[in-house]
């Protein structure tokens, strides 16, 4: 294969020609093969392509080329078009979303008088529904930003509200990512075709990813099926209310030729799909019919192991690449910038109509079944807007709030489970943090973890509950609404009980001073609120006014906490020990934690995404928020029992600054904590889990776990009565980063001396 591919050779794109090769040095995220790149050469006449094509085999044949260092020397002697495709993928171009979009709309803070808020929430229980209701949009009108019953916010989406233009940059995402997510589409799709699934099922594997968050159907569009078949792929959940007044992104004509072009796609898929099924069956010594469950996890590895090696198969994702990135065409307002490679990485635009900045920011965050086709969602990785957004039922000034929502939190298992470091990074930044739950059914396992998480990292006290659903709250037994309250509010107390038990009592009297003046309770949000709803409106208008109060500065703290980080050693034993048992239960690799044994699709499947997709979680499977939870409930314990010392205060005023002192010592420690569970788990261990991806064919569970528990054991050990080096480094960081942590919160660290010892870092 790579003798066949070693030339690189012209190849028919969308919009001119591109060029295809094995690039000699960098190598797929796998380590496995050679690279496939695939450039457009930016001409549509083919003997200048051929011409290009020349000039990069001359580079391909001679290795005095592949450095980087070269690229320079390679500039006065081939064309731009040339040495970008040969020399980017040498030094890769740095994308952060985040700061992409800083720099083009920074977000304003407390010293401008703006508090930033975020949004977390269990998926469906209402928290962008809030959001619409903090921004005034119309429900019906305008749907910004996009609510339904299923994962809806699949991105970060930061609103300013403040007076001017309306603004907006959105922040894609990288080329060989969502080339990736393509890749696991149709090898998804083509594996449910061989083994006899119906078109129906063969176009939703192919149209949504398996982890619900890249939808190929907002982008292509989907095949032409009657609203009353049982195939549909749109379901009723799964899509807003469809008004036939709405104008449509596409005409009539427009969306036969979408609908057309997927059935195409499909068709080579089940094409593709048939020419390899002999194969694999081969391999198995069995037809697909045949199989037994246990062979059926063989068959989809040999599967995607085939496809891999297939021309038509790569050819194919490129043209839905291709198609993909056609979309960006029909955007007619706003600037594009592209990174090197010609993919699109921001869109910003400026305007002042609000209807209009409505309807074209739309296009990136809507999933409104019509637009099908011309919608750029699932590619969007961050959106960012600001302008005169302000709630109808406010009656004072323009509130000055940004608004920071992304995914929800999912409805965990049990308590214990760990939150998302997409949303705990964003902690530190906010000044209030609002915690959406359902009434009808209020404090269940999900954000009861947020609630100690919060309460572990000394962000308690910029919690504010908000409690949707409230209509739903009936029983014969609450016969008024201060009973209906109580009633919900008897849950938060059961929580924050449960808190007190984990974290100590110092954590459950910080939350419970809280209720039940940062508890807020809304009703029928959804709808356009009138003066018949003069509860919720009040309550939102308190609600909005927690949220300005929050960059109030605190009072001074004279307490002063003492600790000696020689006594962390228990501490971190008890962590990582949690955190070892609770990951061999995952893996299904003997555990006293009593955890269930995840499927080997899902252990593989989290693998692939920290080591092909640079990602530290895959859905509840999050290596990196776990260890960052046990680590940061055990040194939150720790904080809480400084050494004896008296502040000279009166009691209550010494227990009131003792909390907020030891808070503030446990925020530090929480932001350093992301950044050590990062590096020791994902960033200097990115080879080992590629090896473990790559585990293939029957009995592959097994290495593939062992593999993972050799990962965490080194990354971080349990500490035992002989430690050895790996045992000491990792003991040596977590003390500094506590007694760094210490002083900079303004405690005192005694009988620490800060060594020299190398580390991963040096």
């Not at 549909?232 to 799964?238: A, G, K, N, P, R």
Request: net charge negative; charged share 30%; aromatic share 6%.
């Amino acid at each position: 294969m790579a003798d066949k591919t070693s030339r690189a050779t012209l190849s028919k794109g969308r919009s001119g020609w591109c060029v295809i090769f094995r690039h000699p040095v960098v190598r797929t995220a796998d380590q496995k093969d050679k690279k496939r790149i695939r450039r457009g050469l930016g001409t549509r006449d083919e003997a200048e392509a051929t011409a290009l094509v020349e000039q990069l085999n001359q580079v391909l044949a001679d290795p005095e080329w592949w450095s980087p260092a070269a690229r320079e020397r390679a500039e006065l002697k081939f064309a731009h078009r040339v040495v970008g495709a040969f020399f980017d993928d040498l030094a890769p171009e740095a994308t952060d979303a985040w700061a992409s979009r800083d720099r083009v709309i920074p977000l304003p803070d407390a010293a401008q008088g703006y508090a930033k808020l975020l949004m977390i929430g269990t998926t469906g229980a209402g928290k962008t529904t809030i959001v619409r209701q903090l921004l005034g949009t119309d429900p019906d009108s305008e749907r910004f930003p996009s609510t339904s019953a299923a994962k809806t916010t699949i991105c970060d989406i930061e609103v300013v509200l403040r007076p001017g233009e309306f603004n907006a940059v959105v922040a894609f995402m990288p080329k060989d990512q969502v080339r990736q997510y393509i890749s696991d589409c149709v090898s998804a799709a083509a594996s449910r075709h061989i083994q006899r699934a119906g078109r129906a099922e063969v176009s939703r594997r192919f149209l949504e990813h398996t982890d619900q968050h890249f939808r190929l159907r907002y982008v292509l569009g989907t095949p032409l099926r009657p609203a009353t078949d049982s195939d549909e792929l749109v379901d009723e959940e799964d899509a807003p209310l469809i008004d036939a007044s709405d104008e449509s992104l596409l005409t009539e004509e427009e969306r036969n030729a979408v609908t057309a072009r997927v059935e195409e796609h499909l068709d080579t898929i089940e094409a593709i799909g048939m020419s390899i099924a002999a194969e694999v069956e081969s391999k198995l010594e069995s037809k697909t019919a045949e199989l037994t469950a246990k062979d059926m996890d063989a068959f989809e590895e040999l599967v995607e192991e085939e496809l891999l090696h297939h021309d038509e198969f790569h050819q194919l994702v490129d043209d839905i690449l291709d198609d993909v990135e056609q979309r960006f065409e029909f955007l007619p307002h706003g600037e594009l910038d592209r990174g090197r490679d010609g993919w699109p990485r921001l869109w910003r635009w400026t305007h002042n109509d609000r209807g209009s900045f409505i309807r074209e920011v739309n296009r990136f965050s809507s999933n409104y079944a019509p637009n099908f086709g011309r919608l750029l969602t699932p590619l969007v990785e961050g959106i960012r807007v600001e302008g005169p957004f302000t709630p109808p039922w406010r009656v004072e000034s323009h509130p000055k709030v940004v608004i920071m929502d992304g995914r929800g939190i999912g409805h965990t298992a049990d308590s214990s489970s760990s939150v998302s470091t997409t949303i705990t990074r964003r902690y530190d930044l906010a000044d209030a943090i609002m915690l959406v739950d359902n009434a009808a059914q209020p404090m269940q396992a999900a954000p009861c973890a947020v609630l100690r998480s919060l309460a572990s990292s000394g962000h308690e006290s910029k919690l504010i509950m908000c409690f949707t659903h409230f209509e739903e709250v009936k029983g014969d037994n609450l016969r008024d609404l201060p009973a209906r309250k109580n009633h919900v509010l008897s849950s938060v107390d059961n929580a924050i009980h449960a808190v007190g038990k984990a974290l100590g009592r110092d954590a459950e009297h910080s939350m419970r001073r809280l209720l039940p003046e940062r508890a807020v309770f809304l009703a029928s949000i959804q709808k356009r609120l009138g003066e018949g709803a003069r509860s919720t409106l009040a309550e939102l208008r308190r609600m909005l006014a927690l949220v300005e109060a929050s960059i109030a500065p605190p009072p001074p703290v004279e307490y002063r906490p003492v600790y000696d980080v020689a006594n962390l050693v228990l501490a971190i034993q008890r962590a990582t020990q949690e955190f070892h048992d609770r990951w061999r239960g995952v893996l299904g690799m003997g555990s006293r934690s009593g955890t269930r044994s995840e499927h080997w699709a899902r252990v593989k499947a989290l693998t692939r995404h920290v080591g092909l997709l640079n990602r530290d979680e895959y859905d509840a499977l999050q290596p990196v928020a776990d260890l960052i939870r046990v680590l940061q409930n055990a040194i939150s314990q720790y904080l809480s029992s400084p050494l004896k010392q008296s502040s000279g205060l009166p009691a209550d005023d010494e227990a009131e600054q003792r909390i907020q002192a030891i808070d503030a010592i446990k925020k530090q420690v929480f932001t350093r904590l992301h950044s050590l569970a990062t590096r020791r788990l994902i960033e200097k261990r990115s080879n080992e889990w590629r090896a473990a991806y790559e585990h293939r064919g029957p009995g592959s569970t097994v290495p593939r776990a062992r593999d993972i528990v050799r990962l965490y054991e080194s990354a971080a050990p349990v500490p035992n009565e002989m430690p050895d080096d790996d045992d000491n480094e990792f003991l040596f960081e977590i003390r500094e980063l506590v007694a760094d942590s210490i002083e900079a919160g303004g405690g005192e660290v005694r009988n620490w001396t800060r060594q020299a010892v190398p580390t991963e870092t040096q």
